[in-house]
């Protein structure tokens, strides 16, 4: 930015309402970004509004509806730039300039190519006073997701992980029913709606014979409030299954929602709601940075990855993961038990993969630590 | 108890200072209790004390020196059920009748069997109305340490653990320096303080040549203002050497602070400040129950344990700790690393050794989680 824009204490207060009503979308906007707006015309609030679902009107176009009349000369508060372009729905710019707003206070500009600074330059073009950068780092964590996919071409990898607190995810028999509480488990749910796609394995479906779905009735009362049961939407089931180790009959093969399958080889039968995706270029593994490719251009924001400690470790080796959600119980399973991260070329301290934590919260009995991925 | 005491926010207020006072206590009063005590007339403190150091006068003698005749009349607030018996001080109920002290609030009774209940008693025959359970919790985790020696004859046990997120100490190679931060190699110096004794095996401090001293210096600045180095105590360095393979060489031994070696066969030369615990009843390994109780009979009320994945499990297994304090520093070792506790014995998950979480805390870019042990 050119000028130095300073914002009082009422932008503020108005763009925290526009971040918490796009938050409302988290569930369901995928692929679109989340955005909230607010409309204010002296002081008070006459119109809000938040994207709901891609193909729907976007934020703007709610908040302006709620407006009416009274948007004229009025301050639009935005927690991303409009968009200039007619995508699925007409250009919010324009939807702006025409209910005659004045100034328009943007959190971050969009960095989707399709937009980038042009909806700010025809608000601008327009006469419309653009203010930009308030919240900017909230807006940015919102859709932390949409913007990693914009800005690198893959999604935004979170690795979900649940261990004792000497790192075990299983005893050495494989017993490993359950060593998180039920609270932890639950706590999953609320992850998995908010993931574009689950990514997981022929062998944690078989092994725990896993459906990785959204279980409404397992998401908590004040997340079920602001997502009806009616628009409930299941994450695309991603499943690495290089060989076409799964039969079909499954647990997750019986449940709604959309499945791919990556393999190495063509599958003879094909399931019910059920893609191939074959990733043949490199012997005996899957090229995780082309499945994430692949993801992306297929529009997924975010990966939400359940697995054993193969697909954990080869995600963060190759520098992959952006996100790691760890369950820690309260419990010792010793030198015995199965490692969290199989990491076959670490050596020595200095190259370990080094992450920061962002968040520690107690779910039941368990410690669930998010941590981000550190340079 | 048989009558439930109501007490009124004035007690809360002057209980809370007193335990306040006591904490005052914590690096230097081993292996006595820490006590604090508030003396009140008219809702206005008149006199405060905690004991200091063993030896020195108790909480009580202190605050009534300071009430001086004013005490006549007055209440007295104590963490500890006042003694009642000659030891190296007269009895402190005496103290308290002598100066005419009516009402007396014990946050409660001393477990210790030289006082418990009698010092209660001998206030109540000589008229004083005696209120039992105010901060009944606070207290007794005040000095947790010292009533589990008292309870069990066996010292409180924490052992401390410096792990990644996988719970790895060390590279294959042995390499550990550092996986935690300096700020949470700094923070283990808090602790190490308020020990009886620092418990530690050959392995570790031939491998780290560590010391297993307090370094005054390395004391957050808010400790040392209520623990001026004048008063600086080592706690006793207890070394498991079971085949005497320490020279007398090691950094330890340059250090001040005394120093058991504890073996299986007779040590032929003895380092300065150095005694030997023999302790030979199991073949190729040191009975820590024994080793413990020997500690606790030596009136050691706190044990805290920096030790390699060997001596750390076989006290967990043993279960003979009582705390977990784990640093976890946002990095992952992979599967190749030392892990965090070897328990050979373990197989199901439901014989897992169970803690439960007291405190979650950043200590710089690391997570201190501290866990109890749980039934």
């Known amino acids: 930015m050119n000028n130095l824009t300073v914002f009082n204490d009422h932008d503020l207060q108005f763009m925290m309402q526009a971040i918490a009503l796009a938050e ?41 509806q709620q407006a009416g009349a009274l948007a004229k000369n009025a301050t639009a508060y935005v ?12 250009p919010c710019a324009n939807a702006l300039i025409d209910a005659g707003i004045s100034r328009v206070v943007v959190a971050m500009q969009d960095p989707n190519p399709q937009v980038s600074g042009q909806g700010i330059a025809r608000l601008r073009a327009a006469g419309i006073r653009v203010d930009i950068g308030l919240c900017a780092e909230a807006a940015e964590q919102l859709n932390r997701a949409f913007f990693k996919r914009m800005r690198t071409g893959l999604p935004y990898v979170q690795l979900k992980l649940a261990a004792s607190l000497d790192g075990k995810i ?83 093969f019986h449940q709604s929602g959309e499945i791919w399958i990556v393999s190495q080889t063509q599958r003879q039968i094909m399931p019910i709601n059920c893609q191939q995706l074959l990733i043949p270029d490199q012997p005996n593994q899957i090229n995780l940075q082309l499945l994430l490719k692949a993801c992306a251009k297929r529009q997924m924001n975010s990966l939400w990855v359940e697995a054993g400690a193969h697909l954990a470790g080869a995600l963060i080796e190759q520098d992959l993961v952006d996100e790691l959600i760890v369950y820690y119980a309260p419990k010792l399973l010793g030198h015995n038990a199965q490692d969290l991260a199989v990491l076959p070329h670490l050596t020595l301290l200095a190259d370990a993969p080094q992450f920061a934590y962002h968040s520690v919260t107690m779910v039941g009995n368990d410690l669930r630590c998010i941590l981000h991925r550190q340079p």
Not at 28 to 48: A, H, L, S
Not at 79 to 89: A, D, K, M, Q, V
Not at 219 to 233: A, F, G, H, M, V
Request: charged fraction near 20%; charge should be positive.
């Open 79 to 90: 927690t991303l730039e409009p968009c200039s372009h007619f995508g699925r729905t007409p």
């Open 24 to 64: 409302r979308g988290r569930f369901t906007t995928t692929p679109n970004p989340n955005v909230g707006c607010v409309i204010v015309k002296d002081n008070r609030i006459i119109g809000t509004g938040y994207h709901r679902q891609a193909g729907q009107p976007h934020a703007e176009v709610y908040a302006l």
């Open 170 to 252: 299983a005893m050495a028999s494989g017993e490993s029913k359950w060593i998180t509480s039920s609270q932890a488990r639950q706590d999953v749910q609320r992850f998995r709606a908010q993931a574009s796609a689950i990514l997981s394995t022929h062998v944690t479906v078989k092994k725990d014979n896993a459906s990785l779905t959204v279980r409404y009735d397992e998401l908590p009362s004040e997340i079920q409030t602001i997502y009806p049961e009616s628009t409930l939407r299941q994450p695309i089931r991603i499943i690495i299954d290089r060989q076409n180790q799964l039969t079909g009959d499954e647990n997750l």
